[in-house]
Structures are given as structure tokens and as C-alpha cells.
């Protein structure tokens, strides 16, 4: 069946992008050495690994068991995908072929995630299936899921026989209240379940399937939507009690609504939260929790790096031709996986020996500054500014640097007010670097310096090709020795 | 007695498993009820399984050739709602 890809904007471009190594992986500080060991080599949970080790995911799942008001099921799960997104649907069987294909022809696969089309526990017999055949064919390969959470006690018991180490859960609220706002019905135990009542018991299953797995020894991330006006403030608590419980990273990420994807939100009009408001919630779970960063929302039936979509290469009917002797690439796995985890080592430590003697050398008391990076990946700033489809967001301090986040070019339109039509790109792009002191890139061209000077943001080309976390620090420096540091935050005056 | 899908179905298989009449199957372009077979889930289930699952406003008729769940009805978006937004995205 050939599926139509509407909107497909989601990574297909993209690469391996962000950088936050070493002595900048702050989410994963808090955890114990245990589950550190078992997500170090997890692209999607170490900003580190991600640069040497890539997931896909299949699209087995097609129903669903719940509606949220940001999504439209004609389209992918929009918990797990961005809106808008139509995966190849697969069965068993075929995924389990994809999935031996691409292991076997890109070595640095190491997970193998189902998230959809629909959710995957409504979907138990598919979804079950190409585990146990995983598990059994292809023991290298770490297995994960990821739910709304309502079929999820169900699930425990079967999902505790597979090879499988992490479990997502996407909770947006723990008060039914405000769960009313997101979620207009259920189906459970052979009935529509709308409003409240509905809520209350997908809330009370996602809580209790969180404690289920957290006493399988299970590892749980916890995902959330940040809604504006609906669980912003709420998102605090809902971190604090999963954290409570057991969850081991949280991932906040901004609403993505437009009218076009025909959701309850795009439709009425509800904004998603702007790049500044996400961050400051993210800081504000961040001291009781290990928040997660870096997220690429990618979609359904992804293969790659993450922020990556190799997905064309491995189309069901070049698949069909392939050979594989798992035997063989199994073996081959494993010797480029050492020697990666041996880079990934090497680099760490002579990354923060730099960075500590950076610190190290004078010791400054100035205020943090946000920069901006524009790259495409090996952890160098090494893209035009014109071309740069994302950019990556640090934080320079006397501590050191610290990734924070990522930011699409595309992605903040706010709805009416600031998306007319006379917005240019460059204006958008401006838009979504607000709160930025400074973009880093390899090059860029007189008009859009000139424009982000006005907005407050200085441009700087110095520094191409050279490794993201050194020059942010030094730029850092320049900015302390000149005296810029020493004012508070010059107002932004690119707010239009 | 029969419930009725038509082409607004997305395919989305949520219904085909609840059937205790096995009446849903999938056909070419969507999925289709038998309506030999389809007992309107009486004696079964208090509501029809199908439509008590579907997430698409319009897909599943009842006997008389009514949408089960009419539109706004599942997604909360009042009709004229979505009439005029997408009629604003249409101009564009
Ligand atoms: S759980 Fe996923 S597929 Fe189901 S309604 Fe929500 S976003 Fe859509
Ligand atoms: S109404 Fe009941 S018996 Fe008829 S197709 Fe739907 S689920 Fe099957
Ligand atoms: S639940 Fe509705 S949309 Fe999904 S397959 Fe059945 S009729 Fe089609």
C-alpha cells in the first residue's frame, strides 16, 4: 500500500545536528551509574550518543484507543511524530525484515522503536509480535515503545518478556480537569468515554502502568506537550510526581498546531508556547528531573540518526530484494559498536580537559549569555546561516557551555497576530532566535547581518569549522572582555 | 440491520478487532461491513463497537444512512468552525 506524505517537512533534511557532549550532557547527571550504563549508547537519550548511534522506528500500530486535540488520526500519532505525517504501514513480518535490513547495512542502528502510526499497545497483537521475533532473530538490537499509557497495565506482563529497556509514556496532565481540555473521549472497556470521566481513567492507567514498569526493573521516560494556557503551569507537578515515581527523563515539548493539520487546536486557534516560554519550563522541571533536550519529534517509520530520515533507502519493496545473513552483520555490529564506544570515550575526555582549562584559565563572574549554532553536525559550527534549517541553542556561563536546546526555523509561527503574510523567512528565523546574544555560523551575507544586528543578535563567522563548545566559549570571553557582559541584557528588539 | 462504512475511513483498523459479528473487513480502498453478518452488535455489546471506537466523524452509518457521529461530535470543533478556517485556508 502506497501511503501519501503530506507535509513532509520532519527530518528527512536533516543530519545529525546537535552537540552537547562530555561535560555539557547535563540530562543525564542525576541518574545512577546503572541506567547510565543502559542509555549511554541510546541516541534518543544521550545528547552524546546520538552523534555516533541511530534508531528507527517502525510503524506496525494503526489504531488507537484515545483521541488528543492535537492530533488528527488521519494522519500519524502527533505524540510520537509531528503532525501531519503518513508512515508506510507494515506488518509484522515486514518490519522485522526492515528492521534486520538496516541493522545489517547501518551498524550504528541500536534501537528499534514501534510508536505509532497509532499507539502501539492498542495495537498488542502487531506490536507484540515483531518484538518476540526481535528478541528471538536479532538479540543486539535494544527494543522500546512508546504510549498514551491507557492499555499500558495490560501490557506490562508482555512487554516484561521482551528484550525491551525503555517504555514512553506521553502523560500531559495529572489532574482530569485539565486532561478534559486534551483529551475529549476514550475508548475503554467496550465504551466512548468523553470529558472528565474519560480523563480521570486514562490518567489512573498511565500512573499505575508508570509504577508497573518502574517495579519491572522497566525504564520509563515520560513525555509531555507544553500547551499554553492549558498545562503549562501544570507540567511542574506532573514532573515532580513522575520523577517521584520512577520515570528517568523527561521530555517537555512545545504544541505544534496548525490549522492546516485539521486538529481541535490548529483549527481553534490554541498557539503552541514560544521558544523562551518552553525553555524557562524546561529549566523549572530541570532541578527535579532529568529533562531531555534534544528531542527531534521525529516521525513514525524514522530510520537514522536522530533529527535524520534514511527512511527512503529502506522502502518494503527494496527490501524485498535484500539478502541478510544476521549471523554475519551481528557480528560486524559488534566490532564497529566498540570502536565507537572507544571514540565516544576518548573524545569525551579530551573535550573536557579543554573545556576545564578554558574555565580554568581566569575565572569569570559575568551573566550567562544564550548563542545560537548553526550546524550540521560532528559537533563543528559548519553551516551557512541562510541554510540552516535548525539551530542549535547554548548557554555560555563562568561555569561552562551547556546545551539547551534546539530550534527549528520553521516551527514558531504563533497564529494570526504574528504570522501575516508579509513575514520573511529571515524575519521568522529571527523570531525563533529570540533571547540569542549571538549566532554562530560559517558564513552569512550582508542583509541578514545587518537585520539581526538591528534585532539585537550579533552575527559571527569567525569561528567556521571549529568545534561548537570551544568557540562559544570563546566568544564568550571576547564578549566578557569587552565589557558586554558586565551590562545587564540588552533589551530584544525583535519581537515583531 | 446493518451498520455502513463509507470512504471517509482512514484505514486506521481500530474497528476490525472489536467485531463480534466479524463483519469488518478490509477492502480495497477501506474498510467495509458485511451487513449480512453485521448484527449492529445486539446481544453483545450496549453500543455499537465499531462506531463507539471510530475516531472519524462521518465514517460509520447507522440503518438510516446517519452519521453515527456527526460532525463536532468527536473532535469538539464546532462545524461552522471548521467551515470558516477551511475556507480561510482555501482562499490562501
Ligand atoms: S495517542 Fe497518538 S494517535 Fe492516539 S490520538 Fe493521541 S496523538 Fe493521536
Ligand atoms: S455494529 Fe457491531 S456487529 Fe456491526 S460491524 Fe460494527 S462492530 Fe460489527
Ligand atoms: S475505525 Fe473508522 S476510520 Fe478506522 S478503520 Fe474503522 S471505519 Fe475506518
Known sequence: ???????????????????????????LDHLTDEIRAKVQNHPC????????????????????NIQC???NRKYDCANESRPGVVSELLTPDQAVKKTMAVAANIPQMTVLGIAGPGDPLANPEQTFETFRQLSQDAPDIKLCVSTNGLALPASVEELSKHNIDHVTITINCVDPEVGAKIYPWIFWENRRIKGIEGAKILIEQQQKGLEMLVAKGILVKVNSVMIPGVNDKHLAEVSRIVKSKGAFLHNVMPLIAEAEHGTFYGVMGQRGPTPDELMELQD?????????????????????????????????????DMEIDYQAAMEKRKVIHQAIEAEMNSKREAKSATLAKQVAEEKLTTRPVLMAVATSGQGVINVHFGHAKEFLIYEASPEGVRFISHRKTDLYCGGDETCGDGESVLQQTIRALAGCETVLCSKIGYEPWEMLEQAGIMPNGEHAMEPIEEAVMAVYKEMAKAGKLDEIKPEQRATA | MALKIINTCVNCYACEPLCPSQAIYKAEAHFLINPRKCTECEGDFEEAQCASICPIEGAI???????????????????????EVMAELQAH
Open chain 1, 1 to 27: 500500500m502506497e501511503l501519501p506524505v503530506l507535509n513532509d517537512q520532519p527530518a528527512s533534511k536533516g543530519g545529525c545536528s546537535a552537540s552537547s557532549c562530555g561535560t555539557t550532557d547535563d540530562q
Open chain 1, 45 to 64: 537519550y544521550s545528547e552524546d550518543a546520538h552523534h555516533y548511534f541511530a534508531r528507527m522506528h517502525v510503524a506496525v500500530a494503526p489504531a488507537c
Open chain 1, 69 to 71: 486535540h492535537y492530533c
Open chain 1, 284 to 320: 523549572s522541571c530541570s532541578g527535579d528531573m532529568n529533562m531531555m533536550r534534544h528531542c527531534r519529534q521525529c516521525r513514525a517509520d524514522a530510520v537514522g540518526m536522530l533529527g535524520e530520515d534514511r527512511g527512503d533507502e529502506f522502502t518494503m519493496d527494496k527490501i524485498e
Open chain 2, 61 to 83: 452509518l447507522d440503518k438510516f444512512g446517519l452519521a453515527i457521529n456527526p460532525p463536532g461530535s468527536l473532535t469538539g470543533i464546532p462545524p461552522e468552525r471548521m467551515a
